[in-house]
C-alpha cells in the first residue's frame, strides 16, 4: 500500500459536481503534477459530504481543513501555500461566526449530526468497492449468511424496531415478515429509489455516495425473506447516482457479493437497476413495480399488499433507499445498540435535506425524537439577514407546515401527524416572513395537479377544483365561503382517493389553513397577502 | 440475463435518436410487436412518461426544475433570461432544432438553487447571465 503525506477529499456528490466541483478537481490534480506530488498527495473523489451550499468543497487530511466553494483559480494557491509550504489558505477556508476557522469536527453543522445511514457518504470514494469493505462493508451480510438463520435476520430487524423511511413509516421487519412467510417459488427485493418530493435528496446522496451499503441491505433482506432477484428502480432525473449504482453492482457482481453461491454459502441473490421515465406516481410501490413491469406506472388498490402480491404477482419486499441503508448497522451491530439512538417508538437516525431560508443547507443526519429548533438554529445556523422565522414545510407536497410555534416538537412519525404535518421521505423547506403561505399550498396543489396520474377521480378532479379557489384567493377574487369549500373537498380527497399521493395532496393546504388562517383571511377580507407574493388585482 | 422491458427499450430507441430525442412512430410498432402488446398500449406507456416524448424534439434536452427551493432561490429570471435567448417558450424546439425547453421535476439539488439539467449535465447557482452563457458555450461547441 502506497502511503500518502496528504490525502484531499473533495466531494462528488451531485451538488458540488453542478457547482463546478469537477473543474476544479481536475485543475487541482493538474496543479498537484505539476509540482511532481503525485506521491505525495492523494486526491480522492468521495460521496456528497452534505454542507452542499458550500460547494464545492474539499476537506484535507491529516489535519482536516474545511476548504469550502472553490473555484479553479484556487487550485495553484492551495497547492503551493498549502500543500508545499504548510500554509493553509484563510480565505478560502469554512469561517465561523466568531473568526475560528474550524475543522471537519468542529462545525456545528457536522458535528451535531449522528451518522448511520451517510456513515461512508463523504469518507470512501463511492466507485471503490474496497473502501466499502475496508469500513467494515459486507460484513453484516457475512455475519448473517454464517452465523444467523434467515428467521434471524428478520427478527434482528424488526426487534430494532426500524420504521420505513419513505415517509410511512411502516416497520420495516413486519413488511419482511409478512413476505418471508408467503410460499412462493419466487419472491423479489425491490429498492425504491424514485426520489420525486420536491426539496429531498437524501437517497440521492446515498446512492451517489455509498452505493454498496443499499446492495448489501438489499441482499441482507434477500437472505431474510427467501428472495434470490433484486431491482433497485432509480428515478431518471439523477444521472450521477444511476452511473455509481450501476458501476457498484458490477463490481459487487465480480468479488462474488452478488451472483451464485454468496461467500460459498447456499444463498443467491441477484440485481437488476431499472431507470425512470419521469413520473412523480412511481415514488409509490404499487405503481414503481408496475414501471418495473415496463407498464404505465399507475397504482393499484390496495390490499393486497406486494409483501403478498407483488412484482410480477410475487411477494415483494419493497424498502426506500435510506431504510435500507440502516440494514447493515443494525445485522452488524445488533438491534440493541440501534434502539439506543433515537425515542422508544422511533429508533435510530432520520436523514433530512435541509433546504431553503436557513443559513447552512444540506443534507443532516439526525436521532429521531430531536426538535425542530435544533436542526435549524443549532445544525443549520438559524435564519439569514436578520429575518423572522416563519414555517418549515415538511414531507414535500404530501406534507405540511410546521409554524414556529410548534418549533419545540420533538421528530417523529407520530408527533408531526398530530400536528398536521408529516415526516415524509425527509425534504425540510425552511420559510421566512417573505414567504406567502397561500402561494406555497397553491404551489404545492398545482405540482399535484399535474403529478396526479388520472386513474381515480377524487385525485383526478378535486385537486383541480381546489386549485381553482386558491387561485381565486391569491388573486383577491376569493370568497369566504371558499375556506369552507376547500376544506370540504380536501378532506373528502384524503380519504376517497386510491392512493398516498391522492390521500395526502390536501395536506399542504390543511395545514397552512389550520396554521396561518390569518393569511387565508387577509387575502380575502382585506385582498392583501401579507407577504407581498401574490398580485392581487 | 433477463429479457428488457418495454420501458426500457423505449429508453434505447430514445437515445439512439439523437438529433430528435424522440420515438419514431415505425420503429415504437416493432418494439410493441416484439413485446407482444399493442402499438396503443405501447403509445400508452410512451406518454405516460414525461421523459418519453412521440414528437421529434431538439438535440439538446433542457430541464428547468422550478420547485419550491428553485422558485425561492428566483428560476423565474433564470427561465426569463433562456426563453428570451433561445427564442422559445417550454415545449418548444428552436429554429436551428439544437435545444429543446422543458419542465423538470425536482433534481434534488436544492441547496444550490436554482438549477438545471441539460441532458444528463446537472447545472446549479445559476442565474441569467450564467444560462446564457452555458447555452453560448454548448452553441459554440455543437
Not at chain 1, 446512492?207 to 441482499?219: F, K, N, R, W, Y
Not at chain 1, 385537486?463 to 370568497?479: D, N, V, Y
Not at chain 2, 435518436?17 to 415504437?28: A, S
Request: proline share 5%.
Amino acid at each position: 500500500m502506497k502511503i500518502y503525506r496528504i490525502h484531499a477529499l473533495i466531494c462528488a456528490g451531485g451538488q458540488c459536481i453542478s457547482a463546478g466541483g469537477d473543474s476544479f478537481e481536475e485543475a487541482l490534480k493538474r496543479a498537484i503534477k505539476e509540482k511532481g506530488l503525485e506521491d505525495e498527495i492523494q486526491v480522492v473523489e468521495t460521496g456528497c459530504m452534505g454542507s452542499c451550499e458550500k460547494g464545492p468543497m474539499m476537506v484535507i487530511y491529516p489535519e482536516g481543513t474545511l476548504y469550502i466553494n472553490l473555484v479553479p483559480e484556487d487550485a495553484n494557491e492551495i497547492v503551493e501555500e498549502h500543500f508545499l509550504k504548510g500554509r493553509p489558505i484563510d480565505r478560502l477556508m469554512w469561517k465561523e461566526a466568531d473568526g475560528n476557522f474550524p475543522t471537519l469536527d468542529q462545525v456545528p453543522f457536522f458535528a451535531l449530526q449522528t451518522k448511520i445511514v451517510l456513515r461512508n457518504c463523504g469518507i470512501i470514494d463511492a466507485d471503490s468497492i474496497e473502501e466499502y469493505i475496508a469500513r467494515e462493508g459486507y460484513s453484516a451480510l457475512a455475519k448473517a449468511l454464517t452465523s444467523m438463520s434467515p428467521d434471524q435476520v428478520v427478527d434482528e430487524v424488526k426487534k430494532s424496531g426500524l420504521r420505513g423511511r419513505g415517509g410511512a413509516g411502516f416497520p420495516t421487519g413486519l413488511k419482511w415478515e409478512y413476505a418471508a412467510q408467503t410460499p412462493s417459488e419466487q419472491k423479489y427485493v425491490v429498492t425504491n429509489a424514485d426520489e420525486g418530493d420536491p426539496g429531498a435528496y437524501m437517497d440521492r446522496s446515498i446512492l451517489e455516495g455509498d452505493p454498496h451499503t443499499i446492495i448489501e441491505g438489499m441482499a441482507i433482506a434477500g437472505y431474510g425473506i427467501g428472495a434470490d432477484k433484486g431491482y433497485i428502480y432509480c428515478r431518471a432525473e439523477y444521472p450521477i447516482a444511476v452511473q455509481r449504482m450501476q458501476n457498484a453492482i458490477k463490481k459487487a457482481k465480480k468479488m462474488g457479493l452478488l451472483g451464485k453461491n454468496i461467500l460459498g454459502s447456499d444463498f443467491s441473490f441477484d440485481l437488476e437497476l431499472r431507470i425512470g421515465a419521469g413520473a412523480f406516481v412511481c415514488g409509490e410501490e404499487t405503481a414503481l413495480l408496475n414501471s418495473i413491469e415496463g407498464k404505465r406506472g399507475e397504482p393499484n388498490l390496495k390490499p393486497p399488499f406486494p409483501s403478498e402480491k407483488g412484482l410480477f404477482g410475487q411477494p415483494t419486499v419493497i424498502n426506500n433507499v435510506e431504510t435500507f441503508a440502516n440494514i447493515p448497522f443494525i445485522v452488524c451491530e445488533g438491534h440493541e445498540k440501534f434502539k439506543r439512538i433515537g425515542t422508544e417508538t422511533n429508533t435510530g437516525t432520520k436523514v433530512f435535506s435541509l433546504a431553503g431560508k436557513v443559513i447552512t443547507t444540506g443534507l443532516i443526519e439526525v436521532p429521531l425524537g430531536i426538535t425542530l429548533r435544533k436542526i435549524i438554529y443549532d445544525i443549520g445556523g438559524g435564519i439569514p439577514n436578520g429575518k423572522k422565522f416563519k414555517g418549515v414545510l415538511m414531507g414535500g407536497p404530501s406534507g405540511g407546515v410546521v409554524p414556529a410555534s410548534m418549533l419545540d416538537t420533538p421528530i417523529d412519525f407520530e408527533s408531526l401527524d398530530e400536528i398536521g404535518s408529516m415526516m415524509g421521505s425527509g425534504g425540510m423547506i425552511v420559510m421566512d416572513e417573505d414567504s406567502c403561505m397561500v402561494d406555497i399550498a397553491k404551489y404545492f396543489l398545482e405540482f399535484t395537479v399535474d403529478e396526479s396520474c388520472g386513474k381515480c377521480t377524487p385525485c383526478r378532479e378535486g385537486t383541480q377544483q381546489m386549485l381553482e379557489i386558491l387561485k381565486r384567493i391569491s388573486s383577491g377574487k376569493g370568497a369566504e365561503a371558499d375556506l369552507a369549500e376547500l376544506e370540504k373537498l380536501g378532506e373528502t380527497i384524503a380519504v376517497t382517493s386510491l392512493c398516498g399521493l391522492g390521500q395526502s395532496a390536501p395536506n399542504p393546504v390543511l395545514s397552512t389553513m389550520r396554521w396561518f388562517m390569518d393569511e387565508y383571511e387577509a387575502h380575502i377580507k382585506s385582498k392583501k397577502c401579507i407577504a407581498n407574493v401574490c398580485d392581487m388585482k | 440475463m433477463q429479457k428488457k422491458s418495454l420501458i426500457e427499450k423505449l429508453h434505447d430507441l430514445q437515445k439512439d435518436q439523437k438529433n430528435t430525442n424522440h420515438l419514431p412512430k415505425n420503429e415504437m410498432a416493432d418494439i410493441a410487436k416484439e413485446s407482444n402488446v399493442s402499438t396503443s398500449k405501447a403509445y400508452g406507456v410512451a406518454t405516460f412518461y414525461t421523459m418519453f416524448s412521440v414528437k421529434p424534439r431538439g438535440r439538446h434536452i433542457i430541464r428547468v426544475c422550478e420547485n419550491q427551493a428553485c422558485h425561492m432561490a428566483g428560476s423565474e429570471n433564470v427561465v426569463e433570461a433562456l426563453k428570451k435567448h433561445l427564442g422559445i417558450n417550454f415545449n418548444e424546439t428552436t429554429s436551428d432544432g439544437l435545444f429543446t425547453l422543458e419542465h423538470s421535476s425536482c433534481l434534488g439539488m436544492c441547496s444550490i438553487a436554482p438549477c438545471l439539467m441539460i441532458d444528463e449535465h446537472p447545472y446549479g447557482n445559476l442565474t441569467p447571465s450564467k444560462v446564457v452563457d452555458i447555452i453560448q458555450k454548448m452553441k459554440a461547441g455543437a
